[in-house]
């Protein structure tokens, strides 16, 4: 074979020449008889299909020829190709009916060197510094945002990582967030801090140890909801917390409900009254700490204000996962006992209350660059169009939060894609599925390829330019297809 036999795939800057019966350097199309395909199907959501109940192929052996009608399938961009090099209209743009309305869905495999990963992870425990650097096989991925309520969150990928820095560092990056993106484990190791694993929907693994559970909220919020618990059947309780350790004889809920002060003293900053920070420093022991000893925290009692011997104390984390019992001896030492069976209960509402602690991963992405040209002759218009709410974002089928602002910044929840929708290139860039959905009159204002929209009928029959190819998943569960007007 000569390099005359190969065909050129041109749906991305690396412009593989490929040769018959082989894939591109992406995998994702192949030369099949002198023509480019598309290596995987086109996915088509259908309402009508009970969850698990996947028909492969779609087209040809299965498909009745029904004649589909409002919004009972969707045909998502998974599979479908791309608009790249961006002069030619997206590869399906698809009209329906809805409800009597005219509506059409323009659908693309859109490339983005700009986009990312927001990860929330369900966790009390410190996993490093906020700003630290994220890696992935030792190269920099990203780096340790804001921690929030109950979770601390991470950002990974961005420009910056994928063609900022070195080859490999650009390979790393994309590779890592095509996996988190496909709801596969991936470990990550951040400076100064921990070694975890996330995957979309599972719980974190934090040094080699499975999260259970997530906070019920932090100790003063503790202390808040179970205080009426406590009363009459402890003397003290302390909800240990890296970010606000609950006292619930200082506490405003302990005071209204007319608890005695029991002359307990916290080591760390008095925010306000039965609220401390800083009591130890972030870790993995109690509640975010890096105690395993909760009595560390405490000074001396004050006889002169209400210790006494015999007073009880209950400490507890905020997860209800650790907890100590103690009582005050002669010389007001707190020593530890078994916890009463009457307090039992309190601490099992505590790890009721508290849920399941998971990893969650959002894509963002930038789709406001020329695959807009594959919707209209005039980008500018679909920004606008998205911006006035005209236009709908979905990726795979799953609705896409659209960033307030210039240009169109999207985020979804990768566990509601089709399982394996993302993709890559080596420039390096994640390929991820994006489907506008507007009125017809709508699609027609802004300048759209009104010449190249077809009926779902077609393309069903037929294919596209890359194949036809094509299966059916059911939809998400609980989620309708969208559609503009839809919240
Ligand atoms: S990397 Fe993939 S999409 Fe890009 S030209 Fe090669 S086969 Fe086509």
Redesign the pocket.
Known sequence: MNDTDKV?????????Y?AEGQ????????NEKGR?IRCDPLTILDHTLAAGGEVVPFLKSDWDGRVFKGNEVFVTAVGAG?T?PDYKPAPFIVSREIDGTDFVTVVSEA?FSYCGTKIKIDTDRHLGPETATVRHEGEAVGHVTTGEYGSQMLSLGGVDHLTGGSKKEGRVTCNALMQLCNKRAVELTIDGGSRIVVEAGKAPVIDGKLERRMRVGCGSATIGMFASQWKGLVDEVVVVDDHITGVVSEHQAGKVLDWQPSGIKIKGRRSTPGRYFQVAKPGLGWGGTDIEDPLVILDLWNGKKGAKPGLTMLMVSTTGEQYGYYVLDKALVPRRQDLPVELKPTVELIAENSEPALCTVLFIGGAGGSLRSGVTKNPVKLTRSVQQLHTRISCGGAPAYVWPGGGITIMTDVTEVPDNSFGS???PAI?APIEFTLRRDNYRALGGHDDAVRVLADILGSGGEYGDYMRALHRPAGKDFPHPGQD
């Open positions: 050129r795939c041109d749906a991305c800057p690396v412009m593989c490929i894939a591109g350097a992406c995998d994702r199309y192949a480019i791309t790249y490339i290139v080596p420039t390929v």
